[in-house]
């Protein structure tokens, strides 16, 4: 049993419909991958229509499933009506939905200019709670069940310089989710969220940290496990989190960055860069001192 296998049983998803904004690359691929591979009925929307397909024909080849592709602004709230029509039409329903799309710049905050901070904001949160809305509503109309998992940060919760306008819509985001969960439990629908750490993607590494600075930055030297994430592990929570597996599970955001978040948070953690000899010496002092 490796940590880079699929984990849940081979038809946990099977005859659900499962729509995930950002579809086309990065994160959100993998997750859709393995929700196919389970069984499920694929929907991707984002705004590049060339990258859907050709995420469509891959995953469709590589699973046997089916992928509908629909390009859309999650800005946009008509955009998405239209992406829940097609989507209804072409499976009859849809049953889970992760808001993954998102947008962020690294930048001195005051350097950003007010519409540069609109642009993430507006996708992130508003991206979030319009997809959330619009499919809320046609479950609640025809009582259907519902799972929502939404795609945080650590940073919701403790906020960051240098990402503002994602740390502020991200913390938006996770307000939604345990907000939600109370709210349209009722509904039967389930609300929750996942907060990665590191996890190698073009989006969010090339285009975010450019090559220098992610060598600067190494992020796996800074993990107390000493790597980044593997997209399997990823996959396997949300099919988790979108399963049936989890249906006690609700208003919960789960961390898997192992350990980045708290070893920043811990005031004694930089402590790890004490060598072995140097606590030799401390405890021999103390010793020598009683
Ligand atoms: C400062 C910037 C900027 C940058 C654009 N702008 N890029 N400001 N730094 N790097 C400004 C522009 O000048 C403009 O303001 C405004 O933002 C809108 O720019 P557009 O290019 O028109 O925006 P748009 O076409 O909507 O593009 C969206 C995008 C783009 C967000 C700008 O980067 C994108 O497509 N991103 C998707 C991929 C992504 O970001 N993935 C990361 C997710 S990772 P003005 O004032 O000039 O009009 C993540 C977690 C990270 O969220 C965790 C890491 C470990
Ligand atoms: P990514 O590949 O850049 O994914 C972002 C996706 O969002 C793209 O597919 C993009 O597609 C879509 N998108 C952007 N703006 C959109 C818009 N206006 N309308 C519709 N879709 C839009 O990056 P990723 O690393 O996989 O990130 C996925 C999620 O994980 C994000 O929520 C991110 O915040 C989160 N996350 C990632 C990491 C990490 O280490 N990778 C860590 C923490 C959290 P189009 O360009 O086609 O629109």
């Known amino acids: 049993m490796k940590n880079t296998q699929g984990m849940l049983h081979q038809d946990a998803l099977k005859g659900k419909t499962i729509l995930v904004t950002g579809g086309g690359t990065g994160l959100g691929k993998s997750m859709g991958r393995y929700f196919m591979e389970l069984g499920a009925n694929l929907v991707i929307a984002s705004r590049k229509m060339e ?93 259907q069940p519902g799972t929502i998992l939404n795609i945080v940060t650590t940073y919701a919760w403790t906020g960051s310089g240098y990402v503002v306008p994602s740390a502020t819509a991200k913390a938006g985001v996770l307000a939604l989710t345990r907000s939600l969960a109370v709210e349209w439990a009722k509904y039967k629908i389930r609300s929750n969220a996942i907060a990665p750490g590191p996890f190698p993607t073009e989006g969010a590494w090339s285009r975010l940290l450019p090559s220098n600075l992610v060598e600067k930055f190494d992020p796996a030297k800074k993990n107390p496990l000493k790597r980044v994430g593997e997209h399997q592990e990823l996959a396997n929570l949300a099919a988790y989190l979108m399963s049936d597996y989890s249906a006690f599970v609700n208003g919960e955001v789960i961390t898997i960055d192992g350990g980045e978040w708290l070893k920043g948070a811990g005031e004694f953690n930089h402590l790890d860069m004490v060598s072995q000899e140097m606590w030799d010496q401390l405890e021999q002092a103390r010793k020598g001192n009683t």
Do not use: M
């Open 51 to 143: 990258v859907l397909e050709q995420t469509a024909n891959e995953l469709s080849q590589a699973t046997g499933g089916q992928v509908l592709p629909v390009a859309c602004d999650v800005r946009s709230y008509e955009s998405i009506e239209k992406v829940i029509a097609a989507a209804t039409d072409r499976f009859g329903s849809i049953d889970g939905l992760l808001n993954n799309a998102a947008g962020n710049f690294i930048s001195p905050t005051e350097r950003l200019s007010h519409r540069a901070f609109d642009t993430v904001v507006d996708i992130v949160l508003r991206g979030t709670y319009n997809f959330t809305l619009a499919l809320g509503k046609q479950w609640i109309a025809q009582k």
